[in-house]
C-alpha cells in the first residue's frame, strides 16, 4: 500500500516537473509552441530549454531564433517529432542572408548543401524564364543564383559572378536546373541533440530528468504507459481504500488538469499539423509531409513503350533524381498540377513536403484522399 501512494505521488510529481515548472509558453496566442528541448528566454526558466535552444520574442511577438555567426531569423514551425526547425529571414530576403550564414556555434545543422552560384546580370539581358533574386536587384541589375554549372557558365560572358558557394538546403537531390526561387523557401535546419523523437513517437514530451545534470527523460502525458498503470492504481485506491482527503481532492484537480490539456497535446502522429504549430502567413509552406493514406491516393501508373505521360506536360526527366524515364517505371502524378516523378523519389519527398517540388503547388484540399484511381 505504501508503495502505491509513493508511486501515485512519484506520479503527480513527474506531471507537475513536465508541465508546472515548464510549461508550454509561446510569443503570442496563435504563434507556435515552445518547449523542450526549445525554451522562450523569459517565461521559461533555464532549465526548461537544452543549451543552444534559447528563443525570444521579438516587438511584434513573433518568436525569433538567434544563431551565433549569423544572426536572427524568425521562426515558422518547430516539428518535435522530426527535430526540424523552419525559419525565415524578416526582411523577407533570405537569399541576402545565406550570402554570408554559417550554423557554426549552434546546434543546427542543414539536411545537405548545394553549391550555388550568384551571379549579378545586366537587367535587360535576363531570359523571363529566369527567376531573379528581387530584394537584391534593382531596375538596371538582377543577381540570380543556380546550383547549375552549366547555366552559370553559359550566363558568365554577360554577367558577373559574385560567389559560388554551399547554400543550405532541405533536400538533398536538386530539382531540375531550377533558378533561385529554392533560396526563397524557408529554411529547414535539423538538429540531432537531443535526440527526443522516440520519445516524441510514443506522445511522450522530453525533458530534463533533474534540474542539474543534462540527462534527457521522457514525460509521459498521454493515457498510455506509466500513466495508465497510474490511473489505474489510482482507481484502486479510490475504491478500496480510505485515502487522506486531501490527497483524493489533489489527485482528481491534477487529473482533470492533465486530461483538459489533453486536446493541446496531441500525439504527433494522429495529427501532426497540429504539433508543427505553422503560423500562417504562407499556408502552402508547412513543415509536415503527407501521410501514406494521401500519397497512395495520388494516380500511379506504370510506363509503357510509348513512354507517354497520361496527362500534364510530357516531360521526360524525373525532376527530383534527374533520371529519364524508362519504358515499365512506375511514375506517380500530383494532381494540383499534373507534374509526374519516379514513385520512389516523389514519395519520399511528399513524406517530407505538402507542395508540389516543381511548382510548389500543394495539393488542394479537395484532392488530398478523395481521388483514388
Ligand atoms: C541562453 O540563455 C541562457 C540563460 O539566460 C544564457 O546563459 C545563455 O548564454 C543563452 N544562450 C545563448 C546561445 O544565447
Ligand atoms: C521593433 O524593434 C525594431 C528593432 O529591433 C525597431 O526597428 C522597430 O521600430 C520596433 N518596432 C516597434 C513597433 O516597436
Ligand atoms: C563559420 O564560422 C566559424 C567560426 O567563426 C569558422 O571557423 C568557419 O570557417 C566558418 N565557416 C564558413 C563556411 O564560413
Ligand atoms: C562545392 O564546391 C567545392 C569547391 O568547388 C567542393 O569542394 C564541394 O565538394 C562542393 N560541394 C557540394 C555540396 O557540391
Ligand atoms: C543597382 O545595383 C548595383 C549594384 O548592386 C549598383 O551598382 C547600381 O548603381 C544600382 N542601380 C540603381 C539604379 O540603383
Ligand atoms: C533548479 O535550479 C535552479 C538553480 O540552479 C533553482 O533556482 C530552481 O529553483 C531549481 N528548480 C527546481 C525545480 O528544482
Known amino acids: ?45 533555464q532549465y526548461c530549454g537544452y543549451p543552444g535552444f534559447n528563443l525570444s520574442c521579438n516587438n511584434q511577438s513573433k518568436t525569433v531564433l538567434k544563431l551565433p555567426c549569423s544572426g536572427d531569423f524568425l521562426v515558422r514551425g518547430i516539428n518535435y517529432l522530426t527535430q526540424q526547425i523552419q525559419v525565415y529571414d524578416s526582411d523577407n530576403c533570405l537569399p541576402k542572408r545565406l550570402l554570408s550564414f554559417n550554423l557554426s556555434g549552434s546546434p543546427f545543422v542543414a539536411a545537405a548543401y548545394h553549391n550555388y552560384t550568384f551571379l549579378s546580370c545586366p537587367t535587360q ?31 558568365s560572358t554577360s554577367c558577373r559572378i559574385i560567389i559560388t558557394l554551399p547554400i543550405p538546403v532541405s533536400w538533398p537531390f536538386q530539382y531540375g536546373e531550377e533558378f533561385s526561387s529554392a533560396l526563397q523557401d524557408d529554411l529547414r535546419l535539423t538538429w540531432y541533440s537531443p535526440a527526443c523523437e522516440e520519445c516524441e513517437q510514443q506522445g511522450g514530451i522530453c525533458g530534463f530528468k533533474t534540474n542539474n545534470t543534462r540527462e ?81 491516393s495520388y494516380e500511379k501508373v506504370v510506363l509503357g513503350e510509348s513512354m507517354r505521360l497520361p496527362t500534364g506536360p510530357n516531360n521526360n526527366t524525373c525532376a527530383i533524381c534527374l533520371s ?50
Not at 524564364?129 to 546550383?147: G, Y
Not at 498521454?222 to 489533489?250: E, M
Open 216 to 296: 534527457i527523460g521522457c514525460f509521459d502525458y498521454s493515457n498510455t504507459g506509466r500513466s495508465t498503470s497510474a490511473l489505474q492504481i489510482f482507481r484502486v485506491i479510490c475504491l478500496s481504500v480510505a485515502i487522506p482527503s486531501i490527497v483524493l481532492a489533489a489527485g482528481i484537480v491534477t487529473f482533470a488538469f492533465v486530461f483538459d490539456r489533453r486536446p493541446q497535446q496531441t500525439r504527433p502522429q494522429a495529427n501532426q499539423t497540429s504539433d508543427t504549430a505553422t503560423v500562417s502567413p504562407q499556408p502552402t509552406i508547412s513543415m509536415v509531409g503527407l501521410d501514406e493514406a494521401t500519397i497512395e
Open 125 to 155: 539581358i535576363v531570359e523571363s524564364r529566369l527567376t531573379t533574386i528581387d530584394c537584391l536587384s534593382n531596375s538596371t541589375t538582377s543577381v540570380l543564383a543556380t546550383a547549375s554549372m552549366s547555366i552559370a557558365d553559359s550566363l
Open 324 to 373: 529519364e524515364y524508362c519504358s515499365k517505371d512506375t511514375l506517380r502524378c500530383i494532381p494540383a498540377c499534373n507534374h509526374w516523378f519516379h514513385v520512389g523519389c516523389i514519395d519520399k519527398w511528399l513524406r517530407m513536403n505538402n507542395s508540389c517540388p516543381v511548382c510548389r503547388n500543394s495539393p488542394s484540399p479537395g484532392h488530398i484522399g478523395s481521388q483514388n484511381v
Open 1 to 45: 500500500m505504501d508503495n502505491l501512494e509513493t508511486f501515485f505521488l512519484f506520479f503527480l510529481l513527474s506531471i507537475i516537473h513536465a508541465s508546472g515548472y515548464c510549461p508550454i509558453s509561446s510569443c503570442s496566442r496563435d504563434d507556435i509552441s515552445v518547449r523542450f528541448p526549445f525554451r522562450l528566454e523569459g517565461p521559461q526558466p
